[in-house]
C-alpha cells in the first residue's frame, strides 16, 4: 500500500477528533509488514492532558501492543506537520519513517521552526516526507478553526 493510503486513514482519525471538539490531526503507525498498529486522533481536550497529541497517544498504544517502547522499523502517518514534542517522542521511539500531511509554519518542528530532526541533541532521525494530501489535512484545518472563530464570534 502506498502513502496515500494510510493518510486517509490518519485524515478519517482527524475527522473523528473534529467532531469530539478536538484540533483535527490523525496519526497512524505502521509496521514494517504494512499492517496498522495503531490509529487515532488528538484528545487533550477530551482526555485533559496536554500531551495527548495524535503522534503520542499512537506511540504509545503501539508501545504497549508491540510491548517494547522502542518502535524501529515503523512509520509514523501523521496528518500535521508534528510538534516538538512529538518530535521528540518520535526520535526516542526509533520511529524510521515519518509520513505527514500538511506544513505548520507557525507550530512545526520537523521542516519548519527548530527543525528538531536536524539538531546535534537528536539522538535518532527518521526519514521524512511532508506534504502527503497535504492540502486535504490543511483544509480540514482551516475549515475547523473558521467554524471556532465564527462560533467565538455568536457569543
Not at 490531526?25 to 499492517?35: D, I, K, P, R
Not at 505548520?104 to 520537523?110: F, I, L, T
Not at 539538531?119 to 492540502?135: A, F, I, W
Amino acid at each position: 500500500m502506498d502513502d496515500t493510503h494510510y493518510m486517509r486513514l490518519a485524515l478519517a482519525e482527524a475527522k473523528a477528533a473534529a467532531i469530539r471538539g478536538e484540533v483535527p490531526v490523525g496519526a497512524v503507525l505502521v509496521n514494517a509488514a504494512g499492517e496498522v498498529v495503531a490509529s487515532t486522533g488528538n484528545a487533550p481536550i477530551s482526555i485533559c492532558d496536554p500531551t495527548a497529541h495524535a503522534e503520542v497517544l499512537a506511540l504509545r498504544d503501539g508501545a504497549y501492543k508491540t510491548g517494547n517502547y522502542r518502535l524501529g522499523g515503523m512509520s509514523l502517518y501523521v496528518t500535521l506537520e508534528p510538534c516538538t514534542m512529538c518530535a521528540g517522542a518520535i526520535s526516542n521511539a526509533r520511529i524510521a519513517r515519518v509520513v505527514y500531511g500538511a506544513s505548520d509554519p507557525k507550530g512545526g518542528a520537523v521542516e519548519s521552526g527548530v527543525q528538531f530532526f536536524d539538531q546535534p541533541s537528536c539522538h535518532h532521525r527518521p526519514e521524512v516526507t511532508g506534504g502527503v494530501l497535504g492540502e486535504e489535512a490543511s483544509d480540514m484545518l482551516k475549515a475547523f478553526f473558521r467554524a471556532r472563530r465564527k462560533m467565538g464570534r455568536k457569543k
